[in-house]
């Protein structure tokens, strides 16, 4: 079955390549050049009961930036989005993770690098689809069910990005036990941690000031510098 992705930019020499390479490798491609535009197609979509696989998302549009856009989106819907930002700008990729994107890539972008992270982020998806097993992981008040991808706080509902789900549930599987960014990356992305890439670290805070909405500054989850990080699996008195 064809995958089915949404890519919303202005540059349109740049959209025309992506859509040429990603058809190619069999992935249905839809392209929307204006923000407003973007969020209206896709409340509409909503709507029809009708969803794309992903969304490729840039943070530069006319009518609405990509981050009104990413944060209007997660108003009524979870579809993976992954962001394009400009290269050197590490505050706009890290805003649009905090605003709930699962994955940003800088601009001008490879394509094939964008079909890998595509992928991972649709693979991510999928896996999350086929879990069967309901099964759920509690402790300090948290539970997480996986069966539904449900999580909360003393029953209070935990609104997580998937990434951030995933990401909490692997440091709950191994509470007490270091955790580190490359393994929560592959967890988390599906994909290998690089150098100077702060996409863990950014789903680690949101997570932290989520938590501490409900538990207040109960220090949950600890950095342990130049290795990752650790759910305690107690906590001090």
């Known amino acids: ?17 992506l859509e040429q390479y990603l058809t190619n490798e069999g992935i249905s491609v839809s392209l929307i050049h204006d923000g407003l535009e973007a969020v209206e197609h896709l409340q509409q979509t909503q709507q029809q009961n009708q969803s794309y696989d992903a969304i490729v998302l840039d943070f530069m549009l006319p009518g609405m930036q990509g981050l009104d856009i990413l944060q209007r989106l997660r ?7 992954l962001m394009l930002t400009a290269r050197g700008d590490d505050i706009d990729r890290i805003v649009g993770l905090e605003a709930g994107a699962d994955d940003y890539l800088p601009k001008p972008c490879n394509p094939r690098e964008l079909l890998a992270r595509l992928r991972a982020v649709l693979r991510r998806t999928e896996s999350n689809i086929v879990e069967t097993r309901p099964s759920s992981q509690s402790i300090h008040g948290i539970t997480l069910d996986s069966g539904n991808r449900n999580a909360n706080v003393n029953n209070q509902l935990l609104e997580l990005t998937s990434a951030e789900f995933n990401t909490l549930q692997a440091l ?12 929560l ?13 702060r996409s863990i670290d950014v789903h680690i805070s949101s997570i932290r000031k989520k938590i501490a909405h409900h538990l207040g500054d109960i220090e949950l989850i600890k950095t342990v510098r130049g290795s990752g990080y650790i759910l305690v699996d107690q906590i001090d008195v």
């Open 1 to 17: 079955m064809s995958q089915n992705i949404l890519i919303v930019d202005d540059d349109t020499e740049l959209c025309q390549l």
């Open 75 to 81: 108003t009524f819907s979870s579809t993976p989005v």
């Open 172 to 183: 709950i599987k191994n509470a007490g036990k270091i955790v580190t960014k490359e393994e």
């Open 185 to 197: 990356t592959e967890i988390a992305l599906n994909r290998k941690h690089t150098r100077y890439d």
